[in-house]
């Protein structure tokens, strides 16, 4: 603002004018932070350029250990695994019926007292039938071990963060996360910040993201089973915020705000931060009286608060004050 003489005619151009306000002001910072859950869970394909087949989860879906999260074209090898167990069922069958009919020979021979070749002949059955049927279950547990690689089951309860979008000619990549699994029993948000002193170990958050207000406790690192983190010598901090409520963002890496209360004043008079000047080292305002003459006048200044400054001593409520 232009130096004015300590008493001049005020025309009404120039400059806005502020009245003194009475009010509660309040000093507050806020910490930008990024949420994590304590448990995630990759789920990926070991296998490359494999066609996909059905997705069973969303974004957003609630999951608990061995639940079918995704497939591949499972359609081929359940046929083969169909009619594997198909032709070791017949097996089985005929291997019942070459025991018994072995048996029945060993029975007849003992009664005869005579040897004859039907009972070796039904014993080398019994012995192929049963090879060919353990070569059967062989071929199964191999079918039913490479159809468990083209599944991806959940291994921990959370809520699905993330789904790969599938079109039609879409092909797995090796080690490729396809589905995100976050553990929701304690999800954090993690903020690294110079203003860490202004937080406790027990002090209860209130976290804004996406529009959602998520109640939180601020958590040693230890408790979480991490280490705590320093950068920028000593300068910043790590600080965990665990939710405490029922309810976490359903977004991977979601950001969040936290807004601390650091210091208030109540039912105080307060004006502009604008309107105040500097002059001789002395926080100085010019006061616009009743009369339009305006006048500068030395104030004493407490909290700054945002756009706002606290005035303890130089003016009234309810009096106007200049600023550009």
Known sequence: MPKLPLVTPYDGTGYSVFEVMRGDLKLTETITCSYRATQTQQASFSEGGKPFGTVYVSVGDTVRPGDLLIELDVSDILRE????????????????EARDSYQIALETQQLTGTYTIAADTKAARVRYLDSSLDIQYSRLSELENKLATMRLYAEISGTVTYVKRITGDSRTMKGESVVTISDDTSSVFVASTEKYNLLSYGDKVEILSGGVIYPAVVTDPALLGREETESYSGMMRDMYFVLTGTESPSAANARGEITLLVENRDDVLYIRNSAIMSIAGKPM??????????????????????????VTDGLSEGETVLWN
């Open 81 to 96: 695994i169909e009619s594997c167990r198909y032709r070791a069922d017949i097996l089985e069958i005929q291997l019942d």
């Open 285 to 310: 305002v010019y006061v616009l009286d009743q009369n339009g003459q305006i006048s500068a006048r030395e104030i004493t200044v407490g909290l700054k608060a945002g756009r706002y400054t606290e």
